[in-house]
């Protein structure tokens, strides 16, 4: 079974900047995509950033030229870079994996269990 540890959150002035990372723990699987998700209170889960596993990457509109996405196929980890942060940035950030365990064909989703991202005024 596949698990998904994030680190990195914490508490920031607005204009401060933080790096999330999250690695994958397990045996017998390779990672496709992998993406970062966020949940504000009272807001629904979005889509901040993703990033395949030949290295192209998407963001949403809102973190363009401020989030950066990065992955490091080797430990299994994905990370995201964010500077410029905004009040409006405060959520709890949650990394996913698109696995597939060896000899499998269909792919799963694991999810990570989040990291508070809170950002002062």
């Known amino acids: 079974q596949v698990r998904l540890v994030e680190s990195g959150g914490g508490l920031v002035q607005s204009g401060g900047s933080l790096q999330l990372s999250c690695a994958a723990s397990g045996t017998r699987f390779s990672i496709d995509a992998m993406r970062w998700y966020r949940q504000a209170p009272g807001n629904e889960r979005e889509l901040v950033a993703g990033i395949t596993s030949t290295g192209t990457t998407t963001y949403r509109d809102s973190v363009k030229g401020r989030f950066t996405i990065s992955r490091d196929i080797d430990k299994n980890a994905v990370y995201l870079q964010m500077n410029t942060l905004k009040p409006e940035d405060t959520a709890v950030y949650f990394c996913?994996?698109?696995?597939?365990?060896?000899?499998?064909?269909?792919?799963?989703?694991?999810w990570g269990q989040g990291t508070q991202v809170t950002v002062s005024s």
């Open positions: 996913t994996a698109d696995i597939r365990y060896t000899g499998q064909i269909e792919r799963r989703r694991y």
